[in-house]
């Protein structure tokens, strides 16, 4: 893993966000409650008082500034690939925003006499918050992300024949190939055969499975699971990602076209709309589709 490398989808996800919101900001109390007596640059009071009011209208304010940071990052997860080091820098950005806030009310305290004098600059006070802020932030973004990638690599769909699942036929003896699709919490909910599975659509952290029944009739099948999680799970398979909400079943493919935006793939099903490929994937599906 380098630096450079784009950062896995499931640290973008809106669950996995606000998880991680709410998880920094019990974190970041919990701290806060326990270390500020034992700190002479703290003004936090618990007491009824202005410097109370100072440390809600602060600790508002920051959780503001980290939840608005979190949206935008999830708004705009489609426009750009996010590096690890610019995730980094992305997640530092906000320790120094709220570091120079804490700056900024410690000295309009002061100057209006709200809050005890702090016998440090100007300077001190903003380090000693940016350690601060970043050890508040730092500490429970890698502990979620741990968390999120190991829940993530659990959750890796296989290859199996189950009887006991919704399934696009009867149950019988056959050497078809089935795809098996589990939900986030291992649970097996779909079995179909690989020669009825047109494509799959991400919708957030879910996934639409589109597949014909034995009787030609085509159906949508929705479940709780990642995209990503398809495409590494079925990696060397007829399954190709050819768009970050698609993947398509390059055997169902009965042509290729190329039109202003890019291209499209139709499939042999006439109520199906093409469907697109981004540039990121097209050497990947043209090597699929040549090979055939």
Partial sequence: MSLYDRIPDYLLGKFQLTSTVVFTVLFSLVLMLFSFPFSGNF???????NAFAFTIAFFLLAVTVVACSKRIMYNTRGSFFLTYLQYIIWNFAEALIIASLYTVFTLAGQEYGILKPVPLGSEMIWLGALVYSTFCLGVPYVIAGL???????????RLLNFGNVVSDREPEFSEEKKITLTDNNGLVKL?????????????DNYIKVWYKTSVGELKQYMLRCRLKTVEDSFADSCLVRCHRKYIVNMSKVHLMTKDKNGYLLDLDEESVEPI????????????QFNSR
Wanted: charge should be negative.
């Fill in 43 to 49: 003004w936090f009071e618990l007491a009824i008082s």
């Fill in 147 to 157: 968390y999120f990638a190991v829940n993530d690599k659990n959750n890796t769909i």
């Fill in 191 to 203: 079995s179909v055969s690989l020669g009825n599975l047109l494509f799959i659509e991400s919708d």
């Fill in 276 to 287: 697109p490929v981004s540039k990121t994937y097209e050497d990947t599906v043209l090597a």
